[in-house]
């Protein structure tokens, strides 16, 4: 999915709002994951629709995250957004990604610990 969304230039590749959109992303993902779940179902294997598509939503919004940190960034809507425009010093993004390392690491103890 990710090989589409490139455009060859003179120096190298970038990025293009069709693969590194959140809306056009999420709708990528959606579709694939209900194709995916179309091949499952030619092979009788288990499978449900609605879990298949909501995994490739969220496979497009984790790869748009991991996106908006580098310095090519991703797109909201025509404007390009990356995490690396901004100082590393900043008391609101690190309080936050700080934030977002606590409850990761509190969901990943989420089995152990029941703490939701």
Known sequence: MDHAGHERK???TRRTWITHSIFTASALGVFLGILLAFGFEYANLPFSFVIFAFQGFVSALSHLF????TEGGIFIFTKRFALAH?????PFLNTGFA??????LALSL???IKIF
């Open 10 to 12: 003179r120096f190298g």
């Open 66 to 69: 991991l996106d908006a940190i």
């Open 86 to 90: 901004f100082r590393y010093d900043n």
């Open 110 to 112: 989420y089995p152990q």
């Open 99 to 104: 934030l977002l390392g606590i409850f990761l």
